[in-house]
């Protein structure tokens, strides 16, 4: 099938997400600020222990959600659109709620029949997995209803849901916390009273009532988004691997302590910078698939929105690693937890590549070939755990960051590689150049500061060059370099 340029559309679609990141903008940066604030708040309601053992049971919550409810939504998300113009959503949205209906009734069956087996492998007491498997109902709802409101492009409604979602947990969890002595069972149990409400405003948001009619599944939709979905769970499986396997590995070497720091280490790393990241891409695809369904040649727009990515992570993630010390007592409140700040670096650089494979990706997700994602990624988790394993027998914290680092830079890598034909990404070779050029005077500058400047504190020196990086970017090499990409 052939994808031709349409500029005129291209521009409106462009005009379209950057309307849409504004509206997002909250959700995500409140969702930002949130996450910045639970690591102190939880590091310091919780001991070391009962931190790591909350980090476990979500790592466990989130493995179940990408086996049976996750792919559903995204399911829900990709197909939309084609169901609304062939007029037939009634049916396709019976037919992903019987799905996730199914998958829950499976979940409960299996998790109940090998319960002794899972929660052994998880190490967590069986109150823990029995919450996690409860909280996968109102979770596996949000994910499906969220991805329809994005379809729709109701992304103020999906703003307001995702804040309110956010801060009604966190004070839920302190309240229990501090007055129930619920210890980390607080945080399971805040997100489930909280998850719930929020579904609630999810079905009046989306008006899917208005659409759903209990009636005879259509067996025609249920193979395109099993072809589409099951890919995505596997690969997203292995993507679990990738990035929360070494808590598990590290739980089972060191204990509960050593798991806590991995997982401050992801607090102060992934939970923040991808929260920002996804502005970016929480807008851009629903609009990218609309695009794509109309075919318009897509990749101009990837490689535009690829630099902008590039502009907004490479600064941050720099600042942040050159002062990790810094950066981790600002957010961390138990002084035990410190030791956290050597993962930082690697965690900050392994979220960069990772961000970076959302773009390499999405050619997959576009062409209908998630398998390919899935076998990158399986590729990537094994490679994962084999250097987690060995790294961190051989180098302990340091070799949860190296391992982390390298697996996720194996998977960006294996994505920019293995390519669709005709959604070759293109590289946005002026945005590339104008970073390198303003990248050189603050890269002496922040060597100058750290080395001299020892009366400023460091979070302000990060602050300084962060604002010192954009100014030059802006004033000089922007104007510098005009060249057509």
């Not at 792919?71 to 037939?88: A, E, K, P, Y």
């Not at 956010?166 to 619920?182: D, E, N, R, S």
């Not at 400023?456 to 954009?470: C, D, E, K, N, W």
Request: positive net charge; hydrophobic residues 55%; charged residues 10%.
């Amino acid at each position: 099938m052939e994808y031709i340029e349409n500029k005129e559309v291209e521009e409106k679609e462009v005009k379209g997400i950057f309307t849409d990141m504004l509206k997002y903008a909250p959700s995500k940066l409140c969702g930002m600020f949130g996450n910045m604030i639970t690591v102190p708040i939880y590091t310091g309601l919780f001991s070391q222990e009962q931190y790591g053992l909350y980090t476990i049971s979500i790592a466990m919550l989130s493995f179940l959600c990408i086996i049976f409810s996750d792919w559903v939504g995204l399911s829900g998300l990709r197909f939309f659109r084609h169901h609304q113009l062939t007029d037939d959503l009634p049916k396709y949205v019976t037919t992903l709620v019987t799905i996730l209906t199914i998958n829950m009734l499976l979940m409960f069956g299996l998790g109940l029949l090998f319960k002794d087996s899972l929660y052994s492998f998880f190490h967590v007491p069986f109150k823990y997995f029995l919450a996690v498997l409860f909280l996968i109902i109102p979770v596996a709802i949000r994910a499906l209803l969220s991805q329809i409101l994005r379809a729709q492009l109701k992304s103020i409604s999906y703003t307001i849901t995702t804040i309110l979602n956010q801060f009604a947990t966190i004070l839920l969890a302190v309240y229990l916390a501090k007055y129930m002595h619920l210890g980390a069972f607080s945080i399971l149990l805040s997100m489930g009273i909280s998850i719930t409400a929020i579904d609630i405003l999810l079905l009046y948001q989306s008006e899917i009532l208005k659409v759903f009619k209990l009636q005879k599944i259509e067996w025609t939709f249920i193979f395109p988004i099993m072809k589409y979905g099951i890919p995505i769970a596997a690969a997203s499986l292995s993507a679990w691997i990738i990035t929360q396997s070494n808590k598990f590995i590290m739980n089972s070497i060191s204990g509960f302590s050593k798991a806590a720091l991995v997982g401050a280490g992801y607090g102060l790393t992934m939970s923040i910078l991808m929260t920002l990241f996804a502005m970016i891409t929480v807008a851009a695809i629903p609009r990218i698939i609309n695009m794509y369904e109309a075919k318009v040649d897509v990749r101009p727009i990837i490689s535009r929105f690829l630099g902008y990515y590039l502009l907004v992570s490479l600064p941050i993630i720099s600042a942040i690693s050159l002062y990790n010390v810094d950066y981790t007592h600002l957010f961390i409140s138990n002084p035990k937890m410190y030791e956290a700040s050597v993962l930082v670096p690697y965690f900050s650089f392994g979220v960069f590549f990772i961000a970076l494979a959302d773009y390499t990706t999405l050619q997959y997700h576009l062409a209908n070939k998630t398998y390919i994602g899935f076998i990158i990624k399986l590729v990537s988790g094994i490679a994962g755990v084999a250097l987690n394993i060995i790294l961190i027998k051989q180098l302990g914290l340091i070799g949860v960051g190296i391992a982390t680092l390298l697996t996720n830079f194996l998977y960006w890598l294996l994505s920019a590689v293995i390519v669709v034909k005709g959604l070759n990404i293109r590289l946005p070779k002026r945005m590339i150049l104008r970073l390198i050029v303003t990248f050189i005077p603050v890269a002496i500058l922040t060597w100058a500061m750290k080395s001299f400047a020892v009366i400023i504190p460091g979070i302000a020196q990060m602050a300084i060059i962060l604002a010192i990086f954009y100014t030059i970017y802006y004033f000089g090499a922007r104007k510098l370099i005009n060249f057509p990409e």
